[in-house]
């Protein structure tokens, strides 16, 4: 007899749904300043694919450079 069930040794086929918007949004912001939860690192890793992590993250940084260049356009300004 085999050393698992077969209940046990099929794979869930559930799988979870897609993050928001917001959500990615949420988690490339928080992962840009550092700061996470255990647990909500793992809910983002279930649920964010890594086509929404990239361009999650090319647009945070062209926020982040935006907001860098009219930072230094104002005070040099």
Do not use: N, W
């Not at 050393?3 to 928080?30: G, H, I, M, R, W």
């Amino acid at each position: 007899m085999h050393k698992y069930d077969e209940k046990q040794s099929t794979p869930d086929k559930t799988k979870p749904e897609k993050a928001s918007v917001l959500q990615v949004a949420k988690a490339v912001f928080f992962s840009f300043i550092g700061i996470r939860k255990q647990g909500d690192l793992e809910r983002d890793a279930a649920r964010i694919t890594p086509l929404q992590a990239i361009i999650g993250g090319l647009i945070g940084a062209a926020i982040f450079v935006l907001c860098i260049l009219l930072v230094v356009r104002f005070v040099t300004g």
